[in-house]
């Protein structure tokens, strides 16, 4: 294949892959051996490394890596009132999906300085010249930890409360410079069930929300574990009433399966397909991504397509994750124009 220069944009997911020092770090910052100093200085730290790694390979359209955020949600229930922590249900062995904490609401749920998703935004524009993406979990991924009680009798009715707290924020991003916003709802494949209710609720968190949007939705990636029933044929063709720019989809896992999926979108909306594992240890070469875009491109036009890994890569070694962007990168320019 000749190479020539990339005219299909690549991007991340979101998530970045902490530095061996960061795990010490936060050992430390649990242990309340860190003072306030400390612990912004090493997240700033943290974001400065996403930024560089990304840059570095050549990423297009950056996220801050998600490095404030304690496991992709965790960060967040700690900004929240009117929850109660209940033990975890297994404590034993390796750490899944089983074996976080939970919490169940004593009085209504409100976050007095929203998610923290606009501070996180202003300095990641602070530091970089590169197109930003920002990522924010949706209503229904954000109360997978809470058990649904005496104050929101369903899930639902909890999504529904988010869905405010989310809009508000989204909004607030959009007045300090954020154009390109991502909602990650891995829990649309993960709570199977009522699609149609889940995109209104995404409607309204999108709502009146200035920029331009994505929905991620994924099958889990906890301890590089899926969680999901792995298919998106289903959502189909009803996925396409959600207000979305841009549906943010993994396929290298699967060996691209369901990628004909593409002509099921609606024309004018945009593909960004995960064609980097990042559950696997396998380093791709550019001439596999180069192959996997072609396969993905019999199914939709260039102009329409971003290039991304599945998901987020919290979950792997950083210098994995270095190669895995250089592999992104390098495979894309390996595409004809
Ligand atoms: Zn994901």
New binding site residues.
């Given amino acids: 294949m000749k190479k020539i220069r990339s005219i299909i944009p690549t991007t991340v ?2 998530s970045h892959a902490n530095p061996s020092w960061m795990w010490s770090a936060i050992n430390e910052i649990n242990s309340g051996n860190y003072g306030i100093t400390d612990i912004k200085e090493t997240y700033d730290d943290a974001v400065d490394i996403a930024i560089l790694d990304q840059t570095r390979a050549g990423i297009d359209i950056i996220t801050d890596g998600e490095m404030r955020r304690n496991n992709f949600i965790q960060s967040f229930y700690k900004k929240m009132t009117g929850l109660e922590i209940r033990e975890p249900l297994r404590k034993t062995g390796l750490k899944s999906y089983d074996s976080h904490i939970r919490y169940i609401c004593k009085e209504k749920i409100t976050l007095p300085n929203g998610l923290g998703i606009t501070e996180e935004f202003l300095y990641t524009k602070k530091n970089t010249h590169k197109p930003i993406k920002v990522t924010c979990p949706g209503p229904l991924t954000l109360t997978i930890h809470i058990r649904p009680d005496q104050i929101y009798k369903k899930r639902l009715d909890l999504a529904w409360e988010f869905s405010k707290i989310i809009n508000s924020e989204l909004k607030e991003l959009v007045k300090n410079g954020a154009d390109f916003i991502q909602i ?1 709802e ?1 829990s649309f494949a993960i709570v199977p069930g009522e699609l149609d209710e889940w995109i209104k609720l995404f409607n309204e968190t999108v709502k009146d929300v200035h920029a331009k949007i994505a929905l ?6 906890l301890s590089s574990r899926p969680r999901g029933n792995r298919t998106y044929k289903w959502m189909f063709p009803n996925l396409n009433n959600a207000n979305t720019n841009q549906l ?1 989809l ?1 396929f290298a896992n699967r060996e691209l399966k369901e990628v004909e999926i593409w002509q099921e979108l609606s024309p004018e909306t945009e593909l960004s397909a995960g064609v980097i594992d ?1 559950k696997s240890f396998y380093i791709e070469t550019p001439e596999n991504v180069a192959n996997k875009i072609e396969e993905i491109l019999k199914f939709g036009p260039p102009e329409k397509l971003l290039l991304n890994p ?3 890569f919290s979950q792997l070694p950083r210098w994995i994750t270095k190669l895995k962007l250089e592999a992104l990168v390098k495979g894309s320019q390996l595409i004809k124009g």
């Avoid at 991620?216 to 990636?221: D, E, K, V």
């Fill in positions: 997911v979101g990650d891995p991620h939705i994924c099958f889990g990636n943010v993994e990042v599945d998901c987020g």
